[in-house]
């Protein structure tokens, strides 16, 4: 388990923004819905390998793409989202050469796609659909360097989707498809090998401030 230090520039300009102890904007979060700290000697319930091989390694979560798969390595979580809710976790490139958070329920609802260079954001088509085409929300520039860590919180109420590692980077955008029924949370990898640590889901609700708060983080 890798002892989880909120970023002290984060802090910093939080506290400066809005002279409150929460770091989170577009929603206020809850009662915690599933938290993973990986100090189990192996992955266990309600956490499931289905493509590449995972494993726990010195209190993470490493994972690593299985060429005969031909698919990328997949380690889902079964968790039942509210309409509005906040993930925190940490991740760490090792080689691989992106990683994805991705929210599944009929389908890939949304998600965050992660490089060494940067992160993207997008609602996903609708499965099965002939004519639906994915939207991208967002993307920015931002070097993740291997073998540090960098800490994600992402933030999704109704069809809104905002994700930042610190107030200089930071995505949002809306669409429709955002807001359907989310059921499972999968973190995956492409190539060898990443890592994650300190997964928690809490239940949330939109934040009242959300106009101000918007605003003040340079979103339209």
Avoid at 24 to 36: C, I, S
Avoid at 75 to 104: D, I, Q
Avoid at 136 to 164: C, H, R, S
Wanted: proline share 4%; hydrophobic share 40%; glycine share 6%.
């Amino acid at each position: 388990m890798r002892t989880f230090l909120p970023s002290v520039l984060s802090l910093a300009l939080a506290s400066t923004l809005f002279a409150e102890s929460s770091a989170t904007f577009l929603t206020t979060p809850g009662a915690v819905l599933a938290e993973e700290h990986f100090d189990q000697p192996k992955i266990s319930e309600p956490w499931l390998v289905t493509k590449g091989t995972w494993q726990i390694l010195d209190g993470t979560l490493e994972g690593r793409e299985k060429a005969e798969d031909k698919h990328p390595g997949v380690c889902s979580l079964k968790v039942v989202l509210p309409a509005s809710f906040v993930v925190n976790a940490s991740l760490r490139f090792e080689g691989a050469s992106m990683t994805t958070m991705v929210f599944n329920g009929a389908g890939h609802i949304c998600r965050v796609t992660v490089t060494p260079a940067g992160f993207s954001v997008a609602a996903e088509k609708e499965k099965d659909s002939p004519t639906d085409k994915t939207v991208n929300l967002g993307k920015v520039a931002q070097e993740f360097i291997p073998g540090q860590w960098y800490d994600f919180t992402i933030e999704i109420t109704g069809d809104e989707m905002l994700v930042y590692t610190d107030l200089k980077h930071v995505a949002f955008g809306r669409d429709a498809k955002v807001a359907r029924a989310k059921s499972v949370f999968n973190v995956t990898v492409y190539g060898s090998s990443v890592r994650y640590d300190n997964i928690v889901i809490r239940a949330a609700e939109r934040n009242s401030d959300w106009t101000t708060r918007k605003s003040k983080l340079g979103l339209k």
